[in-house]
């Protein structure tokens, strides 16, 4: 299936691989998911300035296919990174929690595309009014940082494609080919998946991990640190405390260093299920195994397949029972 986003990436899917950190830190995971069709994106976040210089040269050696590089404009270390992102041709930047209007200009002059990820309509705008060439909009049930006004992921994008002319890729709560479907239906020209490309064989992050994914229901997620920056993760003993420091009201000061205790480096290497940030999104309880990213895009695109064509045929009936009609 091809859409505007996919003719202008080049690749073949409407998938698009979320960056994740730890997960999609190491070539394994993008290389693979940029292989089969998809788009696969490093995640640049945790790691040394060096490190990224390696998996990107990596990524070159596991993918002739284009890939997408997620950088955090928050980061002490995004100047290095962009600069990295430059002197290696990355095909897409994915950028996050930051303006984009400053680096633009070097990017578009090598021609390297920039997606920017938002959480609201205000951002979006300001995205497409700096010149990005698509935005990621994400609703409230994806994992990691979703926006913290608990909009859907349904209204969240219809909302954004109402008022942008720019690409639309759409994020949170896709687990399967039929939820790509629904958010292509929407208006989205590709979509991007956390959650499910980090319960694949490729995926750096610890066993624990993973099987804590695979016990997890829809409804035993929520959110954790809205006076700060919230994030979607499960109900822990770190989650515990941080609600509970909100919910008591205590000094700001204390309650950022209680959050930047557990961190998503503890949970997704070092497999600390209670005071890690176990990050993951609602979509969780809808995923029941591990595979390899192989097998997962080929799952997708079927689905993908599938769904489409029930509409076809929903057509194709309604237009057969006009024509017997006359």
């Known amino acids: ?28 995971l993008p290389g693979a998911v940029s292989n089969a069709g998809g788009l696969g994106v ?7 300035v060096e490190d990224l210089e390696r998996e990107l040269l990596a990524m070159k050696q596991a993918t002739p296919n284009p890939f ?3 950088i955090p404009l928050y980061s002490p270390k995004s100047k290095e990174f962009l600069s990295l992102a430059l002197k290696h041709r990355v095909p897409v930047v994915i950028a996050s929690q930051g303006g984009p209007k400053a680096h633009l200009q070097a990017f578009k002059d090598q021609g390297i595309l920039w997606f920017h990820v938002v959480a609201s309509l205000e951002h ?41 002319s720019i690409p639309v890729i759409a994020g ?18 590709a979509v991007q998946l956390g959650t499910r490309f980090l319960m694949t064989q490729e995926a750096w992050v610890h066993e624990n991990y993973k099987q804590q994914v695979l016990k997890t229901q829809v409804d035993e997620t929520l959110m954790v640190g809205r006076s ?9 003993d770190f989650a515990k405390a941080v609600l509970e420091a909100e919910k008591c009201g205590l000094a700001d000061d204390q309650k950022l260093e209680l959050f930047k205790e557990g961190t998503l480096k503890k949970a997704a290497l070092l497999g600390d299920m209670q005071w890690g940030k176990v990050e993951m999104g609602q979509s969780a309880g809808l995923i029941d195994e591990v595979l390899s990213v192989e097998a997962l895009m080929a799952q997708l695109v079927s689905e993908l397949d599938e769904a489409v064509q029930r509409m076809c045929n929903m057509r194709a009936s309604d237009e057969n029972h006009m024509t017997k009609g006359k």
């Open 172 to 189: 949170g709560g896709v687990a399967d080919g039929w939820g790509i479907a629904a958010l292509l239906a929407l208006g989205a020209q």
């Open 42 to 48: 490093l995640a640049a976040g945790p790691l040394y």
């Open 228 to 236: 700060m920056q919230p994030v979607r993760m499960i109900h822990n």
């Open 68 to 70: 997408g590089l997620n």
């Open 124 to 164: 979006a705008l300001k995205a497409q009014d700096a010149g990005v060439d698509a935005v990621v909009v994400v609703g409230a049930e994806a994992g990691g940082h979703p926006p913290g006004n608990d909009v859907s992921t349904l209204i969240n994008v219809r909302h954004v494609l109402k008022h942008l």
């Open 1 to 28: 299936m091809q859409t505007l986003l996919t003719q202008l990436i080049g690749i073949k899917h409407p998938i698009i691989q979320a960056g994740m950190s730890w997960a999609s830190s190491s070539a394994a």
